[in-house]
């Protein structure tokens, strides 16, 4: 399965407890980028030198990564985590899923009001020297403004600012939407609103994924 949404909505914490739940392999292209750049992989070397150059990484090198990845821990069933990205990696990515013979069959795609996925992004904040992550509302420090790990100063990052995230989020649908067109397509969207509790979307999730094939 893929799992999509916007910045904010919860698609790693979701991507997580799926994993542990169904015993199988969570896939985030990000993850595995940098961690084929870490081991110095043929693949993680072409990545690398784009990235070193400030330029993104082409699409046929994330394909190759993904497909790495797939091939290695993609056995017992997998969850992508925000990728595909756009309908050529889409298309790119059914090839590859048809030459390792498994093929995509569900779609998740989570939602949330805007305001929502503001409220969540805005209020998370990092410590300036350890990098330890926080929540405003639902995981804050001790002490306001302190990290409990090292007592540095924690600290709002720019692309987390009400601005910015509205700026992500139109940047997102933007890109996206095509993609989510090109799964409703295929019969295999299925759409998850996700502004609820951690656990309450799950069990929307689980539900979603048990009415494939209807």
């Given at each position: 399965m893929a799992l999509f949404g916007p910045p904010g909505v919860g698609k790693g914490?979701?991507?997580?407890?799926?994993?542990?739940?169904?015993?199988?392999?969570?896939i985030s292209t990000g993850d595995a980028l940098r961690k084929a750049v870490a081991e110095g992989t043929e693949t993680g070397l072409k990545a690398k030198s784009y990235m070193d150059r400030?330029?993104?990484?082409?699409?046929?090198?994330?394909?190759?990564?993904?497909?790495?990845?797939?091939?290695?821990?993609?056995?017992?069933?997998?969850?992508?985590?925000?990728?595909?990205?756009?309908?050529?990696?889409?298309?790119?990515?059914?090839?590859?899923?048809?030459?390792?013979?498994a093929p995509l069959q569900v779609v998740v795609n989570l939602q949330a009001p805007e305001d929502e996925l503001v409220r969540r992004l805005s209020g998370r904040r990092l410590c300036s020297k350890c990098g330890a992550g926080y929540?405003?509302?639902?995981?804050?420090?001790?002490?306001?403004?302190?990290?409990?790990?090292?007592?540095?100063?924690?600290?709002?990052?720019?692309?987390?600012?009400?601005?910015?995230?509205?700026?992500?989020?139109q940047v997102y649908e933007a890109k996206t939407a095509p993609v989510i067109d090109y799964y409703a397509h295929k019969s295999i969207l299925r759409n998850v609103d996700a502004s609820g509790p951690v656990d309450e979307v799950l069990r929307k999730i689980e539900s979603a994924l048990k009415s494939i094939g209807d």
């Amino acid at each position: 399965m893929a799992l999509f949404g916007p910045p904010g909505v919860g698609k790693g914490t979701q991507a997580a407890r799926l994993r542990d739940a169904e015993g199988v392999a969570h896939i985030s292209t990000g993850d595995a980028l940098r961690k084929a750049v870490a081991e110095g992989t043929e693949t993680g070397l072409k990545a690398k030198s784009y990235m070193d150059r400030g330029e993104l990484v082409p699409d046929e090198v994330v394909i190759a990564i993904a497909k790495e990845s797939l091939q290695r821990e993609g056995k017992n069933g997998f969850i992508l985590d925000g990728f595909p990205r756009t309908v050529a990696q889409a298309e790119a990515l059914d090839k590859v899923l048809d030459e390792i013979g498994a093929p995509l069959q569900v779609v998740v795609n989570l939602q949330a009001p805007e305001d929502e996925l503001v409220r969540r992004l805005s209020g998370r904040r990092l410590c300036s020297k350890c990098g330890a992550g926080y929540h405003v509302e639902s995981m804050p420090s001790a002490v306001e403004g302190k990290c409990d790990a090292c007592g540095a100063e924690t600290v709002q990052r720019e692309d987390d600012k009400p601005e910015a995230i509205r700026n992500r989020l139109q940047v997102y649908e933007a890109k996206t939407a095509p993609v989510i067109d090109y799964y409703a397509h295929k019969s295999i969207l299925r759409n998850v609103d996700a502004s609820g509790p951690v656990d309450e979307v799950l069990r929307k999730i689980e539900s979603a994924l048990k009415s494939i094939g209807d």
